[in-house]
T-cell receptor, first 114, second 109 residues
Framework: NAGVTQTPKFQVLKTGQSMTLQCAQD?????MSWYRQDPGMGLRLIHY???????DQGEVPNGYNVSRSTTEDFPLRLLSAAPSQTSVYFC?????????????FGQGTRLTVV | AQRVTQPEKLLSVFKGAPVELKCNYS??????LFWYVQYSRQRLQLLLR??SRESIKGFTADLNKGETSFHLKKPFAQEEDSAMYYC???????????FGEGTQLTVNP
């Protein structure tokens, strides 16, 4: 019962470095998304995908890149890390992107940019 | 544009007291409303959704379209209810899931 798996759980980056946060789901879900969680600001949508080969920007996409080559995987790339990207990142998936469907979340990646 | 507002960042009650977590939304169409909960060191998980009209762990929430609210209520809070609660909205025809700022609930013994 893996569900949504995120790696790594913790990461420290230096300003300017790049890295990829991994997200995989084994539920054959159509819809996947990335959020960042910051104190007092809730979860804000970074990017999302409604299916393999289709991605779109969310509320706060600047500095991040995504791709969806398979149904299972939805990696998030930080192109050149900045201290403002220090946050907790959550990947989520759901069966579809319409209607009252439940979103399943990963355990999160705590990223610190120094 | 869709927006969710949770006016209380922190809420503290005593065990056995009633609790109400407020959620207001703005959305031009028919919304789908949810409450998600994040217990300490656990992943975010669905608590309930308005369409189900169910009570989960003693919590209920009623969608009030006139007041554009979806407040979460429980008549008798328990210590294990201490967690971060997020109200969320999406559109019936499909739109991104938008979250509120979250309310950290603490239930004191």
């Amino acid at each position: 019962n893996a569900g949504v798996t995120q790696t790594p759980k913790f990461q420290v980056l230096k300003t300017g470095q790049s890295m990829t946060l991994q997200c995989a789901q084994d539920m054959n879900h159509e819809y996947m998304s990335w959020y960042r969680q910051d104190p007092g600001m809730g979860l804000r949508l970074i990017h999302y995908s409604v299916g393999a080969g289709i991605t779109d920007q969310g509320e706060v996409p600047n500095g991040y890149n995504v791709s969806r080559s398979t149904t299972e995987d939805f990696p998030l790339r930080l192109l050149s890390a900045a201290p403002s990207q220090t946050s907790v990142y959550f990947c989520a998936s759901s069966r579809t992107h319409t209607g009252s469907v439940e979103a399943f979340f990963g355990q999160g990646t705590r990223l610190t940019v120094v | 544009a869709q927006r969710v507002t949770q006016p209380e960042k922190l809420l503290s009650v005593f065990k056995g007291a009633p609790v109400e977590l407020k959620c207001n939304y703005s959305y031009s169409g028919s919304p789908e409303l949810f409450w998600y909960v994040q217990y300490s060191r656990q992943r975010l998980q669905l608590l309930l959704r308005h369409i189900s009209r169910e009570s989960i762990k003693g919590f209920t929430a009623d969608l009030n379209k006139g007041e554009t609210s979806f407040h979460l209520k429980k008549p008798f809070a328990q210590e294990e209810d201490s967690a971060m609660y997020y109200c969320a909205l999406s559109g019936v025809s499909g739109s991104r899931l938008t979250f509120g700022e979250g309310t950290q609930l603490t239930v004191n013994p």
